[in-house]
């Protein structure tokens, strides 16, 4: 079936070729490059009021025109599509005796220059076929808006055709290792360098290419049949080289009869090849250097007799802050980060041996003391990933219910992503380990958490529709989680933060709320998500409920996390509401668009926290039960997959009746639990996402944190004696003086938030009591009342209009 959209385009083109001939009864396209062959396709409606004939030979139009003509004066139109060159003339001749009418020309330019005005091909394109083109439509026009020029030049058109063709893009290349990476990625997906439904010389494309960044001598080497020997050459020199050993005596002894083959070649050139393959693709680096490695040993070449011993190096150098940085770094160069299946120099007890001797360093300077912390993490996280990778089947063959999954998620896995992303961007400070290489220390974590993702997502999936029908059994889904809190009785306030998943709270948020744990009592839980784990599904089940059933007594704030909105959440709590929902949205609104590490992103949340969440904790009434909870969490997107014939396709779940890869079926929606996002067509891709089953979007922390226990104010009387306790700053101070109710509440309220101003004071009033009355006399007398008592007193300052109140001793 043609594509949709590469139809909707031909039916748009025919428009365009319409108005050049408004006046005209028949329009005759010349086709010689069968952009038309789908023209059937093409709905009738695209087309009125003419009707398309395609005209194969001369004696089919006769007989046609014959047909047709005697609608031409009774305000009929016709198109004629003519695909052979030799009956145009005849078919021109004939036609403007009878009507007049001239033949238009049909080409590949035109039909896509009509698509995005602004931007214009080169002619080159009207080498190819209009078949060629209709089978990379889509991918075509993608390649072509990355080029922010009007005119595409030859050059251009070859790297977008070619692009096209094997959907990978070869607009970005610059060099020749450039040029060897793409056509050996072409291999790894293809195993030739033609694909079977494309009609086109690709050798001799690819060879332009390549032309292009001074690699044309390995076009000529794939035209030759001879890249795979070329392949092999590259990395038998480079391992010689490394180790000294590179000579056409040993190139001959490892390579046999072909090395005749290439002995033209520059043997050092190709060295300086792969150290530039290395910079741009350390994986496929490691990989061909295993293999040559491999073909050497088989030779009997000893290639590390005259290996340098970086551990004993470190051992005799402790004393040389410089020698200890060189030691850690060859170590590391040789130490098997990625788990590849190849031999390294050094194992992983050897880099603890190296730990040992830097921890015990005698002096501490800042790149020792960097490097020792960079290592113990480093090892650490080592530790967990041997065991995670070593364990695995034991470990999930143990769990037989949400408990115990819970258990080794918060314990084993939450935090490995986090922990790489603070050794990458805040402990590498020295830049021990190249980005290549951290990119395939993440690879590696993730194949491994993987496999955790998708027999927890299982797992989920076998009992989802049960929890939900059963809200209060384990686990505590969203929906649940206000029959565990007294929402109809007490005062209770909702802390819900957009976007938190668990290693958010405990790296970012909890550690704010330590001095309310350690004054209240807390229970610590955790909830799960509504699937698709999305804000419009599983936030709304936290208080949907609640806000039908008391919406009078309901206070509902959604808060943006910036200094001039501070007071927003000071006014809110001051109405003094029974149930009070405040929504920070700052994970998932950053989330979204950020292109950081995880530690990186999440360093930010802080700095925006100082700004936000003091503030909140100092605001909150001692009184209440405070709830904090998360609606999703989100999922870091490291590949995606294109997604065609779905009714709606999101970046982490997918509505369609066929199969979708790494996915579980929660009612229509195919979630995905790994580390794979979905799409359909072109658009940006988040880095951050949500909306799948993945733990560390569905697993969300719950904290219940109960009203104080102590009272914070008792009033008696006896005679002329009054007594009134009151909370300052977590300290308690007894008051010798009667107090009306106002100023009770207004005392109370000063010793939780330090300081009120007096639009505070009359709107907290007026929302208690009704009314606010004097506010400025109120305080004097106040004032009056707390010197004499002599423990407090207030501190009276005015900022502009405002009279600004803070209790002081």
């Given at each position: 079936?043609t594509?949709?959209?590469?139809?909707?385009?031909l039916?748009?083109?025919?428009?365009?070729?319409?108005?050049?001939?408004?006046?005209?009864?028949?329009i005759?396209?010349?086709d010689?490059?069968?952009?038309?062959?789908?023209?059937?396709?093409?709905?009738?409606a695209?087309?009125?009021?003419h009707?398309?004939?395609?005209?194969?030979?001369?004696h089919?139009?006769?007989?046609?025109?014959?047909?047709?003509?005697?609608?031409?004066?009774?305000?009929?139109?016709?198109?004629?599509?003519?695909n052979?060159?030799?009956?145009?003339?005849?078919?021109?001749?004939?036609?403007?005796?009878s009507?007049?009418?001239?033949i238009?020309?049909?080409?590949?330019?035109?039909?896509?220059?009509?698509?995005e005005?602004?931007?214009?091909?080169?002619?080159?394109?009207?080498?190819?076929?209009?078949?060629?083109?209709e089978?990379?439509f889509?991918?075509?026009?993608?390649?072509?808006?990355?080029?922010?020029?009007?005119?595409?030049?030859?050059e251009?058109?070859?790297?977008?055709?070619?692009?096209?063709?094997?959907d990978?893009?070869?607009?970005?290349l610059?060099?020749?290792?450039?040029c060897?990476?793409?056509?050996q990625?072409?291999?790894?997906?293809?195993?030739?360098?033609k694909?079977?439904?494309i009609?086109?010389?690709?050798?001799?494309?690819?060879?332009k290419?390549?032309?292009y960044?001074?690699?044309?001598?390995?076009?000529?080497?794939?035209?030759?049949?001879?890249?795979?020997?070329?392949?092999?050459t590259?990395w038998?020199?480079?391992?010689?080289?490394q180790?000294?050993?590179?000579?056409?005596?040993?190139?001959?002894?490892?390579?046999?009869?072909?090395?005749?083959?290439?002995?033209?070649?520059?043997?050092?050139?190709?060295?300086?090849?792969a150290?530039?393959?290395?910079?741009?693709?350390?994986?496929?680096?490691?990989?061909?250097r295993?293999?040559?490695?491999?073909?050497?040993?088989k030779?009997?070449?000893?290639l590390?007799?005259?290996?340098?011993?970086?551990?004993?190096?470190?051992?005799?150098?402790?004393?040389?802050?410089?020698?200890?940085?060189?030691?850690i770094?060859?170590?590391l160069?040789?130490?098997?980060?990625?788990?590849?299946?190849r031999?390294?120099?050094?194992?992983?007890?050897?880099?603890?041996?190296?730990?040992?001797?830097?921890?015990?360093?005698?002096?501490?300077?800042?790149?020792?003391?960097?490097?020792?912390?960079?290592?113990?993490?480093?090892?650490s996280?080592?530790?967990?990933?041997?065991?995670?990778?070593?364990?695995?089947?034991?470990l999930?063959?143990?769990i037989?219910?949400?408990?115990q999954?819970?258990?080794?998620?918060?314990?084993?896995l939450?935090?490995?992503e986090?922990?790489?992303?603070?050794?990458?961007?805040?402990?590498?400070?020295?830049?021990?380990?190249?980005?290549?290489?951290?990119?395939?220390?993440e690879?590696?974590?993730?194949?491994?958490?993987?496999?955790f993702?998708?027999?927890f997502?299982?797992f989920?999936?076998?009992?989802?529709?049960?929890?939900?029908e059963?809200?209060?059994?384990?686990?505590?889904?969203?929906?649940?989680?206000?029959?565990?809190?007294?929402?109809?009785?007490?005062?209770v306030?909702?802390?819900i933060?957009?976007g938190?998943?668990y290693?958010?709270?405990?790296?970012?948020?909890?550690?704010?709320?330590?001095?309310l744990?350690?004054?209240?009592?807390?229970?610590?839980?955790?909830?799960?998500a509504?699937?698709p784990?999305?804000?419009?599904?599983?936030?709304?089940?936290?208080?949907?409920?609640?806000?039908?059933?008391?919406?009078?007594?309901i206070?509902?704030?959604?808060?943006?996390?910036?200094?001039?909105?501070?007071q927003?959440?000071?006014?809110?709590?001051?109405?003094?509401?029974?149930?009070?929902i405040?929504?920070?949205n700052?994970?998932?609104?950053?989330?979204?668009?950020?292109?950081?590490g995880?530690?990186?992103?999440?360093?930010?949340?802080k700095?925006?926290?100082?700004a936000?969440i003091?503030?909140?904790?100092?605001?909150?009434?001692?009184?209440?039960?405070?709830?904090?909870a998360s609606d999703?969490?989100?999922?870091?997107?490291?590949?995606?997959i294109?997604?065609?014939?779905?009714?709606?396709?999101k970046?982490?779940?997918v509505?369609?009746?066929n199969?979708?890869?790494?996915?579980?079926?929660?009612?229509?929606?195919?979630?995905s639990?790994?580390?794979?996002?979905?799409?359909?067509?072109g658009?940006e891709?988040d880095?951050?996402?949500?909306?799948?089953?993945?733990?560390?979007?569905?697993?969300?922390?719950?904290?219940?944190?109960?009203?104080?226990?102590?009272?914070?104010?008792?009033?008696?009387?006896?005679?002329?004696?009054?007594?009134?306790?009151?909370?300052?700053?977590?300290?308690?101070?007894?008051?010798?003086?009667?107090?009306?109710?106002?100023?009770?509440?207004?005392?109370e309220?000063?010793g939780r938030?330090?300081q009120?101003?007096t639009?505070?004071?009359e709107s907290?009033?007026?929302?208690?009591?009704?009314?606010?009355?004097?506010?400025?006399?109120?305080?004097?007398?106040?004032?009056?009342k707390l010197?004499?008592?002599?423990?407090?007193?207030?501190?009276?300052?005015?900022?502009?209009?405002?009279i600004?109140?803070?209790?002081?001793?």
């Amino acid at each position: 079936m043609t594509n949709e959209i590469y139809i909707h385009y031909l039916a748009k083109y025919i428009e365009l070729k319409k108005d050049t001939a408004p006046m005209h009864p028949i329009i005759i396209l010349r086709d010689n490059n069968g952009l038309f062959t789908n023209i059937e396709d093409i709905e009738i409606a695209l087309l009125y009021p003419h009707t398309v004939y395609k005209i194969e030979d001369h004696h089919a139009f006769r007989k046609r025109f014959e047909h047709v003509k005697q609608g031409i004066g009774n305000e009929q139109y016709y198109i004629f599509i003519v695909n052979n060159p030799s009956i145009i003339n005849k078919i021109r001749d004939f036609t403007i005796r009878s009507c007049g009418e001239a033949i238009h020309e049909v080409n590949l330019r035109d039909f896509l220059n009509q698509i995005e005005q602004g931007l214009n091909w080169h002619e080159r394109i009207n080498d190819f076929s209009a078949k060629e083109i209709e089978k990379v439509f889509e991918r075509l026009l993608m390649y072509r808006k990355a080029i922010p020029k009007k005119n595409i030049n030859r050059e251009e058109t070859d790297l977008i055709l070619l692009s096209a063709i094997y959907d990978m893009d070869a607009t970005k290349l610059s060099d020749l290792a450039d040029c060897y990476i793409y056509y050996q990625n072409i291999l790894d997906v293809y195993s030739t360098n033609k694909p079977l439904d494309i009609e086109i010389n690709l050798q001799e494309l690819i060879t332009k290419v390549f032309r292009y960044h001074n690699a044309e001598f390995v076009g000529d080497i794939i035209g030759k049949g001879l890249f795979e020997l070329f392949d092999k050459t590259i990395w038998i020199s480079l391992v010689l080289k490394q180790f000294n050993q590179l000579t056409d005596d040993n190139l001959q002894k490892i390579m046999g009869n072909d090395y005749k083959e290439l002995k033209d070649l520059d043997y050092f050139e190709l060295v300086t090849l792969a150290e530039r393959i290395e910079r741009k693709d350390k994986k496929l680096y490691l990989q061909k250097r295993d293999q040559a490695e491999k073909l050497i040993r088989k030779s009997n070449i000893s290639l590390y007799q005259k290996a340098e011993d970086y551990v004993l190096f470190v051992r005799e150098n402790q004393d040389s802050p410089s020698s200890i940085i060189t030691g850690i770094r060859n170590v590391l160069k040789d130490f098997n980060l990625e788990g590849a299946k190849r031999l390294y120099r050094y194992s992983f007890e050897d880099l603890k041996e190296v730990f040992s001797i830097v921890e015990g360093v005698p002096y501490q300077i800042n790149s020792v003391q960097n490097a020792q912390r960079f290592l113990k993490s480093l090892i650490s996280w080592f530790d967990n990933i041997f065991d995670l990778e070593g364990n695995s089947i034991n470990l999930i063959n143990s769990i037989s219910d949400y408990n115990q999954w819970l258990q080794l998620i918060t314990e084993k896995l939450y935090d490995l992503e986090y922990e790489l992303s603070e050794i990458r961007y805040s402990l590498d400070s020295e830049s021990f380990i190249e980005s290549k290489r951290y990119e395939a220390l993440e690879v590696r974590m993730n194949n491994i958490l993987n496999v955790f993702r998708k027999s927890f997502a299982k797992f989920v999936e076998d009992h989802y529709k049960h929890w939900v029908e059963h809200g209060s059994e384990q686990p505590i889904l969203n929906h649940s989680i206000s029959n565990f809190i007294p929402v109809k009785t007490g005062k209770v306030v909702y802390v819900i933060f957009d976007g938190m998943r668990y290693d958010a709270w405990r790296k970012v948020v909890e550690p704010y709320f330590k001095s309310l744990f350690r004054e209240r009592e807390v229970s610590y839980g955790h909830s799960l998500a509504m699937l698709p784990s999305i804000t419009s599904l599983s936030r709304e089940a936290i208080y949907k409920d609640i806000r039908s059933t008391y919406s009078s007594e309901i206070n509902y704030i959604t808060k943006s996390e910036s200094e001039a909105r501070k007071q927003e959440v000071k006014d809110s709590l001051l109405m003094d509401k029974r149930i009070n929902i405040l929504i920070f949205n700052m994970f998932d609104r950053e989330g979204h668009t950020s292109t950081q590490g995880l530690s990186v992103f999440y360093k930010r949340q802080k700095e925006v926290f100082e700004a936000s969440i003091r503030e909140l904790i100092n605001t909150l009434p001692h009184d209440a039960h405070i709830v904090i909870a998360s609606d999703h969490g989100f999922s870091k997107i490291n590949h995606y997959i294109k997604i065609d014939d779905a009714s709606q396709v999101k970046s982490r779940y997918v509505v369609s009746r066929n199969k979708v890869p790494d996915s579980i079926q929660i009612g229509d929606y195919k979630l995905s639990y790994t580390d794979k996002g979905y799409y359909h067509g072109g658009g940006e891709r988040d880095l951050y996402s949500h909306g799948g089953a993945s733990f560390e979007e569905i697993v969300l922390p719950f904290i219940h944190i109960k009203p104080k226990r102590s009272v914070q104010n008792t009033i008696g009387s006896t005679g002329k004696n009054y007594s009134f306790k009151l909370n300052v700053r977590d300290s308690e101070v007894n008051l010798s003086l009667s107090l009306n109710k106002k100023e009770k509440v207004i005392l109370e309220t000063l010793g939780r938030t330090n300081q009120l101003t007096t639009r505070d004071i009359e709107s907290m009033l007026i929302n208690k009591f009704g009314e606010a009355g004097m506010v400025d006399g109120m305080m004097k007398r106040l004032n009056r009342k707390l010197v004499k008592s002599g423990e407090l007193k207030l501190d009276i300052s005015s900022a502009g209009e405002i009279i600004v109140y803070k209790l002081i001793r």
